[in-house]
């Protein structure tokens, strides 16, 4: 009686974390998830109980499944998860091992990333049908919908409270800022915190539309208007963010000719279609950006003064990724989940020593460039840990001529594994018998990720199984099933 009331006290406990639980057997079949299924994955539990988490990864449940990458590297794994719902968890996977060092089980524990102070919610939930054959999504830079926004500085945190402030009021809104630091994703966060978030939110980039186009693509068309035109007429952007918000990106790239007419429609609120008599009306919230002096083109004459005051009404400042360069680690985490998601490939870790160079780095594409490097290590490397010299050759250059070119890459070498692969720059401080060591290890680590036993290890490497054993616990590299 007392062991079923110590049970059930226990499932309370367990229960009642918000924490997801989730544990498999070491083929990866789902033993045991808490009460919190239908929330993360809105599948109820026997549903999932008994399922495979590779059925389910593939089925998009969840994606990609830690447990998946704990079974292969026989390690626990930190990644960020997306479930089907599109929510975004924080998910740990340990393995336990049995005597013989086989993963007999894995548990994972999941966090709500709403729960945690820096990241922001980013789109409203969408479900994600629940289909096996689902295909994800192309390019990494049009899933803005998916990307969980990271502020966890206090720099962030307090250009956060300021745009939820401005959020909830109707003024229009200048969202300031270098290249690639967010004004896109910030103008789309604050239409959704804003009153008007049901309504559309349109962009129009001043800075891509051609002159020409400029007053139909803004205002619409009457039909017959002009050659090439469409017959029954186009509604512009300003019609079509209706009731919504309309992000007038670059805005300082728009023609001077056409300056006066966006003031009058911001000052009436009224426009008329190209070609049109009929004066129409649109209900629309302003959020403008750029990454020009606004007030120097003023008194340079290239921006109408008029125009400044009218958008000039509540200017907030990104700061830059190097302001902020204690959210890296946290960017680097959603920008490698997101990637992985995007070409459908297993996660990768970044080594402390590829995040101390990154930190130095001063960033002048800011997020967008750091989203560029990971991706393009994505491409070119099937490597699951991102290491210093994965990175593009302008990092290397600019560790030798910053301050860390004096001390070595790898700043906190905590393990043989992690010291495994240094770069050119410390292999040369090192002895012969410490590189063949370090080779030896290589080896061995590969090996690992490439055959499931210690016997097919043996074979390929051409040692007896017993040497690949020592070897193995010699490098503290875990051992894997020993059946042949
Ligand atoms: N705080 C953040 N958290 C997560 N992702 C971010 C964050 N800031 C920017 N990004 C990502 O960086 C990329 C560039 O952001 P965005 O396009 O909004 O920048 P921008 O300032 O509008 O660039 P540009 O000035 O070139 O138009 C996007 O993919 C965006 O999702």
Redesign the pocket.
């Known amino acids: 009686m007392q062991l079923k009331n110590t049970v059930a006290e226990l499932e309370t406990l367990i229960n009642s974390s918000t924490d997801e639980l989730f544990v498999t057997d070491g083929e990866g079949k789902v033993l045991f998830l808490t009460s919190q299924a239908r929330k993360f994955y809105g599948l109820d539990h026997e549903d999932i109980i008994g399922q495979s988490v590779f059925q389910l990864e593939q089925a998009h449940i969840f994606y990609p499944s830690v447990t998946a990458l704990v079974l292969r590297d026989k390690q626990k794994h930190t990644i960020l998860q997306t479930t089907r719902h599109g929510e975004h968890l924080v998910v740990t996977g340990t393995p336990v091992f049995d005597e013989q060092g086989n993963v007999k089980q894995v548990i994972s524990s999941a966090l709500d990333l709403k729960q945690l102070p820096w990241i922001l919610s980013s789109a409203p939930s969408r479900e994600i049908p629940y289909s096996p054959s689902r295909q994800v999504k192309s390019s990494v ?1 049009d899933d ?1 919908s998916l ?5 966890s500085t206090p720099v ?1 945190r307090q250009f956060i409270t300021q745009i939820q402030q401005a959020a909830t009021s109707h003024a229009n809104i200048l969202l300031l ?10 103008a789309n966060y604050i239409h959704k915190e804003s009153a008007r978030a049901q309504g559309p939110f349109i962009e129009i980039n001043c800075a891509t539309l051609p002159e020409s186009l400029f007053e139909s693509e803004l205002f619409g068309y009457e039909h017959g208007a002009f050659t090439g035109s469409i017959r029954e007429g186009k509604k512009g952007k300003v019609e079509l963010a209706d009731g919504g918000t309309l992000f007038l ?2 805005i300082a790239e728009i023609p001077l000719t056409y300056q006066a007419k966006l003031l009058d429609f911001l000052q009436t609120r009224q426009f008329t279609r190209v070609g049109g008599i009929k004066a129409l009306h649109s209900d629309i919230r302003i959020i403008c ?1 750029t ?1 020009r002096d606004l007030k120097r083109m003023v008194a340079e004459n290239l921006f109408r003064a008029d125009l400044f005051y009218r958008i000039y009404v509540v200017p907030v400042e ?1 700061p830059p990724l190097r302001a902020r360069i204690g959210e890296l680690e946290a ?1 680097c985490l ?2 490698i989940a997101k990637l992985a998601r995007c070409y459908r490939q297993p996660t990768k870790q970044i080594h402390s020593s590829t995040l101390d160079l990154l930190r130095t780095y001063p960033w002048p594409g ?3 460039e750091l ?1 560029n490097v990971l991706e393009r290590i994505f491409i070119s490397t099937r490597d699951s840990v991102i290491y210093p010299e994965h990175l593009p050759d302008e990092f290397s250059h600019y560790a030798s001529n910053s301050s860390l070119g004096s001390t070595p890459y790898f700043p906190n070498p905590k393990t043989l594994h992690e010291t495994a692969l240094h770069p050119e720059q410390a292999k040369e401080e090192l002895g012969l018998q410490k590189q063949l060591e370090r080779l030896e290890f290589e080896i061995l680590h590969d090996a690992l990720q490439r055959w499931k036993t210690t016997y097919a290890i043996a074979q390929h490497l051409q040692l007896s199984q017993p040497t690949v054993v020592r070897k193995l616990k010699k490098h503290g590299l875990t051992h894997l099933h020993e059946t042949p």
């Open positions: 830079h803005t990307t969980p926004i990271v502020a962030m800022g270098e290249t690639g630091v967010g004004k896109n994703l910030f990106n670059e950006a990454n990104i960017l959603t920008i800011n997020v967008r989203e």
